[in-house]
């Protein structure tokens, strides 16, 4: 009769074996030292307890007493595995095959769980199928057998469809500048990346808010954040604003909670401290945790255990509103929250790509890490992030810079130097975001040079899609992401003012750097005028094409709102062409631009159309640039009597 107890906790079900083995044996554990089998139990008692090392200890001392003591090994190799070195435990595994493998066989399901730890799939299949013939397993043993053969097959997949693409590397441990012997997790960065902000676990119970500076490629000492934002409270897994003007976090069981773990804003104050923390509406007697803005900080995603979900925890999203509210929740949909758990979000500075973590989409087993990519539809189905990033272990919180590449996640993984540290790592192209650059600045009066409080748009092109609509800070100071790859119509409005329009075209530029745009408002009054920089033609044509339409309905707005405004559309070209042709196609296009105002119920009086062909450009004619710049069209306030 065989009773082997056996410590691996990274198992789905701990099995207790006791069982008839089938096969014949050469060793036998009771005709070992007895003073090698006290240890054994010692070790396991102590490795029961945690004490890992004193039980490793009273192991190595058995082995050297019975250096052929079979459960021994096997438990050693538990140990190994649970303090996730699996290259130990392997070792050990294989040992113990070695003297006696018919004794050992039902813990080839252990084995290819440490096989796995290491990344060996193959391996790891080969061994939980041969785990899975053993004629006399109980159905607990098939059941968990069967679950790892199916995450193991789910590996091997993965990585035939997409390992390829995985960047040379493992994860990258960073430096002790960031990292401690207390635990690191929930890294959150601003959009130029200069500056991390993670959660530090102080003495094994008092969480605080740390952040590192980014200077000449080395992350610098970390430092509590200055101001009232760390209490003598517990603060965690906080999500940084991508401009760095405020931080979303979570905070459990404050005194004016709504439930056990609540939802908290804390703003950037001008000095560079953080204000006091404040409680968002949106919070219930339930569980919200994990943040995420989005870069225009309009939406706020996070996890839920809120009624109404799919599961225990949900990802769910809100939306603020006019006054600083938000809205009431929305559950992202059965695509993204499954019966199991959902947490993590993290959306990218492209808006469009979200990381979470799951227990419930098929993966490598326990919590991993997934994307899914917002659609016209709705959310994409999620796409595990693959091995090396997702284990067999745990996998917590993801951010992903802007380059859409490089990731920073949280792990105690072996080289760590505390309990959780942080670490960076290259995307395999599969489960990239979109590179993205970012354009921030001031809006301000030509006039005055102060700052003005304004509403900025940025608009898709392609598709006539707003992809950001933001406030600017009672400065005028804002900041708007970019991602590559597609046309945008940039503008920028405030009542009593021309708005300001801008074309940016990301299909060549690569996003190692932002673009700093200041931006000059011009009060609405007689003489005053603007470059109308998003409205488009076909070539040598007068039809205007349909990216023009975002900004002519700018336009329309503006004239609308101030019934007082009298302007006149100039139409330009560079020197292509006669004279005559020129002047003759900028006046038609400028007349297109009245007509299309006309059909938009502005009043024909207040419109004047006028040509000027080749005879006023602002840039030279020797070059391509400069003749785009002189193809334009303006607008010119004609009269203003408000």
Same mark, same amino acid.
């Given at each position: 009769m065989k009773l082997i107890r056996f410590l691996f906790l990274t198992t789905l079900y701990m099995v207790t074996i006791s069982n008839t083995s089938v096969y014949a044996q050469k060793y036998n554990p009771d005709k070992m030292n007895k003073k090698a089998r006290a240890l054994n139990e010692r070790a396991y008692e102590e490795a029961i307890d945690g004490r890992y090392t004193n039980a490793l200890n009273f192991l190595e001392q058995a082995l050297k007493i019975e250096p052929g003591f079979v459960d021994v090994y096997l438990t050693r190799a538990g140990i190994h595995a649970n303090m996730r070195n699996y290259v130990a435990s392997i070792l050990d595994f294989k040992k113990a095959f070695e003297v006696d493998a018919p004794y050992a066989a039902e813990f080839r399901l252990p084995y290819s769980i440490s096989l796995a730890g290491n990344g060996q799939f193959e391996e790891a299949l080969e061994q939980i199928n041969r785990f899975l013939e053993i004629p006399t397993l109980n159905e607990q043993s098939i059941k968990a057998g069967n679950y790892r053969k199916g995450t193991y097959e789910f590996a091997l997949g993965w990585k035939k469809q997409y390992g390829a693409e995985i960047l040379p590397g493992k994860p990258v441990h960073l430096s002790d500048s960031v990292n401690s012997k207390d635990s690191e997790y929930f890294p959150s960065l601003t959009i130029d990346g200069k500056t991390m902000v993670f959660t530090r676990r102080l003495n094994q119970y008092d969480e605080d808010f740390y952040y590192s500076v980014l200077e000449n490629g080395a992350w610098q000492g970390a430092k509590p954040l200055e101001g009232k934002v760390n209490t003598n409270l517990n603060e965690g897994a906080q999500n940084i604003a991508q401009d760095g003007t405020l931080l979303v976090f979570t905070g459990c069981n404050y005194p004016e909670g709504a439930g056990s773990c609540d939802l908290y804003i804390s703003y950037l104050r001008k000095d560079g401290t953080w204000s006091e923390a404040e409680n968002l509406n949106i919070n219930t007697e339930g569980w919200e945790s994990t943040p995420s803005l989005s870069p225009d900080k309009s939406e706020l995603y996070f996890s839920s255990n809120n009624p109404g979900g799919f599961g225990g925890?949900?990802?769910?999203?809100?939306?603020?509103?006019?006054?600083?509210?938000?809205?009431?929740?929305?559950?992202?949909?059965?695509?993204?929250?499954?019966?199991?758990?959902?947490?993590?979000?993290?959306?990218?500075?492209?808006?469009?790509?979200?990381?979470?973590?799951?227990?419930?989409?098929?993966?490598?087993?326990?919590?991993?890490?997934?994307?899914?990519?917002?659609?016209?539809?709705?959310?994409?189905?999620?796409?595990?992030?693959?091995?090396?990033?997702?284990?067999?272990?745990?996998?917590?919180?993801?951010?992903?810079?802007?380059?859409?590449?490089?990731?920073?996640?949280?792990?105690?993984?072996?080289?760590?130097?505390?309990?959780?540290?942080?670490?960076?790592?290259?995307?395999?192209?599969?489960?990239?975001?979109?590179?993205?650059?970012?354009?921030?600045?001031?809006?301000?009066?030509?006039?005055?040079?102060?700052?003005?409080?304004?509403?900025?748009?940025?608009?898709?092109?392609?598709?006539?899609? $707003?992809?950001?609509?933001?406030? +600017? @800070?009672?400065? #005028?100071?804002?900041?708007?992401? %970019?991602?590559?790859?597609?046309?945008? =119509?940039?503008?920028?409005?405030?009542?009593?003012?021309?708005?300001?329009?801008?074309?940016?075209?990301?299909?060549?530029?690569?996003?190692?750097?932002?673009?700093?745009?200041?931006?000059?408002?011009?009060?609405?009054?007689?003489?005053?005028?603007?470059?109308?920089?998003?409205?488009?033609?076909?070539?040598?044509?007068?039809?205007?094409?349909?990216?023009?339409?975002?900004?002519?309905?700018?336009?329309?707005?503006?004239?609308?709102?101030?019934?007082?405004?009298? $302007?006149?559309?100039?139409?330009? +070209? @560079?020197?292509? #062409?006669?004279?005559?042709?020129? %002047?003759?196609?900028?006046?038609?296009? =400028?007349?297109?631009?009245?007509?299309?105002?006309?059909?938009?119920?502005?009043?024909?009086?207040?419109?004047?159309?006028?040509?000027?062909?080749?005879?006023?450009p602002v840039d030279s004619n020797n070059t391509e640039e400069g003749k785009s710049r002189n193809r334009r069209t303006e607008l010119h306030i004609h009269q203003y009597s408000p």
């Open positions: 925890k949900d990802i769910w999203v809100t939306r603020k509103l006019s006054g600083g509210k938000w809205s009431k929740p929305e559950n992202l949909g059965p695509t993204i929250n499954t019966p199991g758990d959902e947490s993590c979000p993290f959306i990218h500075a492209d808006n469009e790509t979200l990381y979470f973590n799951s227990t419930g989409h098929p993966g490598y087993g326990s919590t991993d890490l997934f994307l899914s990519r917002k659609t016209a539809a709705g959310w994409g189905e999620p796409l595990n992030l693959g091995y090396p990033l997702n284990t067999i272990d745990d996998e917590g919180s993801l951010v992903v810079a802007s380059d859409g590449v490089t990731a920073y996640f949280s792990s105690d993984r072996g080289e760590t130097v505390g309990g959780l540290d942080l670490f960076s790592f290259q995307l395999p192209g599969a489960v990239q975001a979109t590179p993205t650059r970012w354009v921030r600045g001031k809006v301000y009066d030509v006039k005055t040079n102060e700052g003005l409080p304004s509403a900025v748009e940025l608009t898709n092109l392609s598709n006539n899609e $707003i992809v950001f609509k933001l406030q +600017t @800070d009672e400065d #005028g100071n804002y900041l708007a992401t %970019l991602p590559q790859g597609k046309e945008y =119509a940039f503008n920028v409005s405030r009542k009593g003012y021309l708005f300001f329009s801008a074309h940016y075209a990301l299909n060549q530029h690569t996003p190692e750097s932002g673009l700093t745009v200041n931006i000059p408002l011009q009060p609405l009054e007689t003489g005053a005028s603007i470059i109308l920089n998003n409205i488009f033609y076909d070539v040598n044509a007068t039809s205007l094409k349909e990216e023009s339409i975002q900004e002519l309905n700018q336009l329309v707005h503006l004239l609308k709102e101030n019934p007082a405004l009298h $302007i006149r559309i100039e139409g330009h +070209t @560079d020197n292509t #062409g006669t004279p005559a042709d020129n %002047l003759r196609l900028s006046t038609q296009r =400028a007349q297109t631009v009245v007509d299309y105002l006309i059909t938009k119920g502005i009043e024909k009086n207040r419109l004047h159309a006028k040509g000027f062909g080749e005879t006023k």
